[in-house]
């Protein structure tokens, strides 16, 4: 059973909004920091956005301050990522993982393409 499953991931136009959901198949995301990661074919993988255990302290990158917001949902073992003003350098597959991240739980991702 994949630990996590990404998904919301899609085609958007430049300053629009998606919100990415990752569901985990067990409680494995409650003692934890979790945090979203992207990569692109050209780029190693980075961290976007990290969340604290029970959700009171956030971090971001500098490229998306102001306009990404991780949370999470401990009871339904869920992380979001809503993604607003959307840029197409924001183009790229999206991965929830915990902070720092553990090998087997990388999951498929979630593509998000900004382009107009």
């Known amino acids: 059973q994949v630990p996590l499953v990404e998904s919301g991931g899609g085609l958007v136009q430049p300053g629009g909004s998606l919100r990415l959901s990752c569901a985990a198949s067990?409680?494995?995301?409650?003692?934890?920091?979790v945090a979203w990661y992207r990569q692109t074919p050209e780029n190693q993988r980075e961290m976007v956005a990290r969340?604290?255990?029970?959700?009171?302290?956030?971090n971001y990158t500098d490229s998306v301050k102001g306009r990404f917001t991780i949370s999470r949902n401990d009871a339904r073992n869920t992380v979001y990522l809503q993604m607003n003003s959307l840029k197409p350098e924001d183009t790229a597959t999206y991965y929830c993982n915990l902070y720092p991240p553990r090998l087997t739980y990388w999951g498929k991702g979630t593509l998000v393409t900004v382009s107009s």
């Open positions: 969340v604290s255990i029970g959700g009171g302290s956030t």
């Open positions: 067990d409680r494995i995301f409650r003692y934890a920091y």
